[in-house]
């Protein structure tokens, strides 16, 4: 018992001592000085006797910026086991500083717009100026230069000096190095380059380099870029890893139809690859069938910096058909202009064909066959520290001018067509997103197989996928998303949607409630929505609700 008493008193001494402060006094050498050094502050108690110390060599620099030149220590002495005690002598308070400037040429005035000879200041201000000059010398190309005050006089209150100027060559941008990814597009690499090449070498240009390469979504930086200054050149050293920007979601289910006892597949599956060659490209399937009333497929493919130039070039091949009433098939090829990966316009070619399987040929159902020569503008700003919602802006502006074809006679029709999307951060936990998609069919007649099919996920939710036809139609959806997690968020849902159907004379308010739930994992984002839908002349039910299920795995 007394031994385990002997423990505890041990390990109670122990903790004691470990627990000890130490404490800082200062001094002036009269009540005076006293009172300035307690006014200029500093942190009188400490963890060890370095700390002690380090705070008295902090105390007389806090002394000299505010202007007591002369301050010095006078001596310092442990007063006892805890308390250590510093004597200072400040002198006198150094108020004003003149600065000539008499010495340096016209282009050196000129460069830091500097006027007059003499430059008079509070010393205070002092520090704060030649940080601004040596920022100013920065952001013109001038990053080897230097500034100095030397030649220092006192008179009475009044410190003078000269200011010497040291400027070396102007730096421009000249060349970006690739490291750590050997096999990097080399068509964007010279693009990005041909932006910044020439351009004056500031931190304002190395960050928007930055900026650039970190808006590809096919590599990430593990560190920020570097410089290298030669004689006559600047490179900046960026330095990469290729991601997992390809994503993959869904399944595929079959069974056997009842009437003509065949298989009857059904399911969905979206799949994006990007740079899986290497060369910056998108690839892009989608398929989806109930086995029954839709089928959808739609291939895409994105090929930028054709031959090392801006210039790329997009084809997509988009199948819709609906159960036994008609099939449309159309194509869409452009050629385009890349201002940047993410933001790119378009001109191109777009045709459809579409056959009315029972032949029906009525007045609002048709074969047809059109042809529209379009405009297209696409726009994304992502956000690479947000693991949850990389995408914090996308614009996509599609227009056409063209004609329909058909057994009930041709029309000349134009449409147009804005997606438009945007994350508002109102802190780092909430945030609102706001979507936007409008298309517009302006024709002299129309027919049911060439309106608009919208809804669904991607769409106004609390309906069915491409269950609604409209030759009109703008929705605005909103999400207000809180994080719980960095990796999880749940979210609301309020869509609105206007829709205009000219074949059936219906002009419809359609409203989307609901909420949701994501999940980031190391596979991929997983996402539960559950919304209901309503129109004006349909209550909310909740008989009406619908569940959306996706699971977008990355690799």
Do not use: C
């Not at 404490?23 to 370095?50: C, F, N, P, Q, W």
């Not at 930028?304 to 009433?325: E, H, N």
């Amino acid at each position: 018992m007394k031994r385990l008493f002997y423990i505890l008193l041990f390990i109670l001494l122990g903790f004691t001592a470990n627990a000890q402060n130490f404490y800082l006094k200062a001094e002036g050498r009269d009540a005076v000085e006293t009172k300035i050094i307690d006014s200029v502050s500093y942190s009188k108690i400490h963890t060890d006797a370095k700390s002690v110390a380090d705070e008295a060599a902090l105390l007389s620099a806090n002394l000299y910026k505010a202007g007591y030149l002369e301050n010095r220590e006078l001596a310092h002495l442990k007063v006892n086991d805890s308390t250590f005690a510093y004597s200072y002598s400040i002198g006198a308070k150094i108020t004003t500083l003149h600065i000539y400037t008499s010495r340096l040429s016209p282009e050196q005035k000129k460069l830091l717009d500097i006027e007059r000879d003499t430059l008079t200041m509070p010393l205070p201000a002092v520090e704060s100026y030649m940080n601004t000059n040596m920022a100013l010398l920065e952001q013109k190309g001038y990053s080897i230069s230097s500034l100095q005050l030397k030649d220092y006089t006192k008179k009475g209150i009044t410190l003078f000096a000269s200011l010497n100027v040291s400027i070396e060559k102007q730096r421009t941008l000249d060349d970006i190095v690739l490291e750590g990814y050997s096999k990097f597009p080399e068509g964007i690499r010279r693009n990005i380059l041909r932006q910044y090449r020439g351009k004056t070498f500031n931190k304002e240009n190395l960050q928007r380099v930055y900026n650039d390469f970190n808006a590809l979504r096919f590599v990430t930086q593990p560190r920020y870029p570097e410089i290298l200054f030669k004689k006559d050149t600047t490179k900046v050293y960026v330095y990469m890893a290729k991601a997992r920007p390809n994503t993959f979601d869904g399944f595929i289910g079959f069974g056997n139809d009842d009437n003509s006892n065949k298989v009857r597949f059904n399911g969905y599956l979206d799949l994006l690859l990007n740079n899986v060659l290497n060369t910056g490209e998108k690839f892009n399937l989608y398929w989806k069938g109930d086995g029954n009333k839709q089928t959808t497929f739609n291939a895409s493919i994105e090929l930028p910096y054709m031959f090392k130039s801006p210039v790329g070039a997009k084809a997509s091949l988009r199948i819709f058909k609906q159960d036994s009433t008609f099939q449309n098939t159309a194509t869409d090829v452009n050629l385009g202009y890349y201002f940047s990966y993410n933001s790119k316009v378009y001109v191109g070619r777009q045709q459809t064909e579409s056959v009315d399987i029972q032949n029906l040929n009525s007045s609002t159902l048709t074969d047809y066959n059109n042809s529209f020569w379009t405009s297209t503008y696409e726009y994304a700003e992502y956000n690479v520290d947000d693991f949850l919602f990389p995408q914090k802006t996308s614009l996509f502006i599609k227009s056409g001018i063209g004609k329909r074809e058909g057994k009930t006679g041709d029309s000349d029709q134009y449409f147009a067509q804005v997606n438009f999307s945007h994350n508002l951060y109102l802190n780092r936990k909430n945030i609102i997103n706001i979507k936007n998609q409008t298309y517009y069919l302006d024709s002299n007649t129309y027919i049911i197989n060439e309106l608009y099919r919208f809804g669904g996920i991607n769409s106004i939710r609390g309906f069915n996928e491409n269950s609604l036809q409209a030759n009109l139609s703008s929705a605005l959806m909103a999400e207000y998303r809180y994080v719980l997690a960095p990796n999880m968020y749940i979210h609301s849902i309020t869509d609105y949607a206007y829709m205009q159907d000219e074949t059936s004379n219906i002009k419809e308010n359609l409203l989307g409630l609901g909420f949701g739930f994501g999940l980031l994992t190391n596979n991929g984002l997983f996402n539960i929505v559950y919304a209901n839908g309503s129109t004006k002349d349909q209550a909310i039910k909740l008989s009406n609700s619908i569940v959306h299920l996706s699971f977008k795995a990355s690799f």
